[in-house]
């Protein structure tokens, strides 16, 4: 498991050249947050990774599931408190994974849809999914799921809402991915704070769902985004405010 190697490098080194204190690697898993909340029950630090091969339960949001083939990143990283909450982490995480992809194409490309989705071109090209452990009341730790399309097959039913980055960039590795990724999430998952307002800023230019008719997860148009991560909405009648939900269009 942990003895195996991603792009041909041993996972031990790929801990060292990230500069976080473990990862595991693994040909196959159910999901790489599941691995994550195991190594959380086992006492692994704050900034432990694992990376698979592929995932053949694959999640997003809401019981959705993400289809996972060899090719792409699939990652997960442990964290324990103080961290921020879920909402901000998971847009922050976005911010960081759009600056990723943009790097890699070499054009500011990449947009996001709230809560947890990177838009190339109006399709999908990565996701997160923040999960939390609890004791009674206390955090124990948070487990951050990160998908990335790199080089795996897109399935021809959904080539119209997913695309992957060798289909823009060819010749892309997911090690090209992963050597700018995971450094960055480990500067930017250990914030405790809500989003910046520099944060809130870069968000907007990114802002995929703004403006734009929503029916669910409330009537009306989208205005952007709070501090906290929760999605404003104009509802006609004044702003309401989302903190969770699956977004349909109206």
């Known amino acids: 498991m942990a003895g195996l190697a991603l792009d041909g490098i041993p996972a031990r080194l790929l801990a060292r050249r990230w500069g976080v204190p473990r990862c595991a690697v693994f040909a196959?898993?159910?999901?790489?947050?599941?691995?994550?909340?195991?190594?959380?029950?086992?006492?692994?630090?704050?900034?432990?990774?694992?990376?698979?091969e592929e995932q053949s339960a694959g999640r997003g949001r809401d019981g959705r599931t993400w289809c996972s083939p060899a090719g792409g990143v699939?990652?997960?990283?442990?964290?324990?408190?103080?961290?921020?909450?879920?909402?901000?982490?998971?847009?922050?995480?976005?911010?960081?994974?759009?600056?990723?992809?943009?790097?890699l194409l070499r054009a500011a490309r990449a947009q996001l849809k709230w809560p947890n989705d990177v838009l190339l071109e109006d399709r999908k090209v990565?996701?997160?999914?923040?999960?939390?452990?609890?004791?009674g009341d206390t955090r124990q730790w948070l487990g951050v799921g990160i998908g990335v399309n790199?080089?795996?097959?897109?399935?021809?039913?959904?080539?119209?809402s997913a695309v992957a980055l060798s289909e823009l960039r060819g010749g892309v590795r997911r090690i090209d991915?992963?050597?700018?990724?995971?450094?960055?999430?480990v500067g930017c998952a250990t914030q405790r704070?809500?989003?910046?307002?520099?944060?809130?800023?870069?968000?907007?230019?990114?802002?995929?769902?703004?403006?734009?008719?929503?029916?669910?997860?409330?009537?009306?148009r989208a205005a952007g985004i709070r501090s906290d991560g929760a999605l404003l909405v104009d509802t006609g009648a004044g702003s309401g405010v989302v903190r969770d939900g699956h977004v349909e269009l109206s």
């Not at 964290?79 to 992809?101: K, Q």
């Not at 990565?126 to 004791?135: P, V």
């Not at 790199?150 to 119209?160: G, K, S, Y």
Request: charge should be negative.
């Open 177 to 185: 991915v992963l050597d700018l990724l995971v450094p960055a999430l």
């Open 74 to 103: 699939w990652l997960g990283m442990l964290l324990r408190p103080p961290v921020s909450a879920p909402g901000a982490l998971s847009l922050r995480v976005g911010l960081v994974v759009a600056d990723v992809v943009d790097e």
């Open 28 to 52: 196959r898993l159910s999901s790489s947050l599941d691995a994550i909340h195991e190594l959380g029950a086992h006492g692994a630090p704050a900034g432990a990774v694992v990376v698979t």
């Open 193 to 220: 704070a809500d989003l910046t307002e520099q944060e809130l800023a870069a968000f907007a230019t990114r802002d995929w769902l703004r403006g734009r008719h929503l029916a669910q997860p409330a009537s009306g």
């Open 126 to 135: 990565a996701g997160i999914l923040c999960e939390s452990r609890w004791q």
């Open 150 to 160: 790199v080089a795996n097959e897109i399935p021809e039913d959904l080539r119209h």
